[in-house]
T-cell receptor, first 116, second 113 residues
Framework: GAGVSQTPSNKVTEKGKYVELRCDPI?????LYWYRQSLGQGPEFLIY????????DSGLPNDRFFAVRPEGSVSTLKIQRTERGDSAVYLC??????????????FGPGTRLTVL | GENVEQHPSTLSVQEGDSAVIKCTYS??????FPWYKQELGKRPQLIID?????GEKKDQRIAVTLNKTAKHFSLHITETQPEDSAVYFC????????????FGTGTRLTIIP
């Protein structure tokens, strides 16, 4: 079946602008994660959804970052007043979540955000 | 919070030789340790994982070992092939992978033909 998809694949914006990044998880996956990957680094956790609610948003760097998942499927990561330091690849992952079991996180291809 | 360190940052091995990548973690509550392979410009893909109740797991040419006492785990790739060239990330989770993963900084593995 289809894997995790993310749009756009590339986004170039100017400092101070607002951007939205979209993630379509694997159908039926209730858990959705956002990570940020800077050049030469491992993915860094941002936020985790279980269904429609944000179960853990401790990784969001500041209040310019916000994410939603209104219907428990597609998620949008929103960044206000973008800064050059926000430039990175934003990765989305999903997993089927079983409370009693281990769950692989399946990653999307990422959105490369460049803030000029 | 959890901190994962990974070594080496780069590794070059002759085709056919073995490669070993090592990670340490700080949170003794971590119970799930996946390894992801990321080719240039591609998404991370799980290649193997290990749970805290086992010490070793093997899948063909790939094996992972876990030492809970020392809080370290390692990836072993035997009989390396050119297609093994990629960046490898270790990660740790305190919730069986159901919540956030904390990643290491990655190892760029190059297989020399």
């Amino acid at each position: 079946g289809a894997g995790v998809s993310q749009t756009p694949s590339n986004k170039v914006t100017e400092k101070g602008k607002y951007v939205e990044l979209r993630c379509d998880p694997i159908s039926g996956h209730t858990a959705l994660y956002w990570y940020r990957q800077s050049l030469g680094q491992g993915p860094e956790f941002l936020i985790y959804f279980q269904g429609t609610g944000a179960a853990d948003d401790s990784g969001l760097p500041n209040d310019r970052f916000f994410a939603v998942r209104p219907e428990g499927s597609v998620s949008t990561l929103k960044i206000q007043r973008t800064e050059r330091g926000d430039s990175a690849v934003y990765l989305c992952a999903s997993s089927p979540y079983q409370a009693s079991g281990y769950n692989e996180q399946f990653f999307g291809p990422g959105t490369r955000l460049t803030v000029l | 919070g959890e901190n994962v360190e990974q070594h080496p940052s780069t590794l070059s091995v002759q085709e056919g030789d073995s490669a070993v990548i090592k990670c340490t973690y700080s949170d003794s509550a971590s119970n799930y340790f996946p390894w992801y392979k990321q080719e240039l410009g591609k998404r991370p893909q799980l290649i193997i994982d290990i749970r805290s109740n086992v010490g070793e797991k093997k899948d063909q040419r790939i094996a992972v070992t876990l030492n809970k006492t020392a809080k370290h785990f390692s990836l072993h790739i035997t009989e390396t092939q050119p297609e093994d060239s990629a960046v490898y990330f270790c990660a740790a989770s305190t919730a069986f992978g159901n919540e956030k993963l904390t990643f290491g900084t990655g190892t760029r593995l190059t297989i020399i033909p």
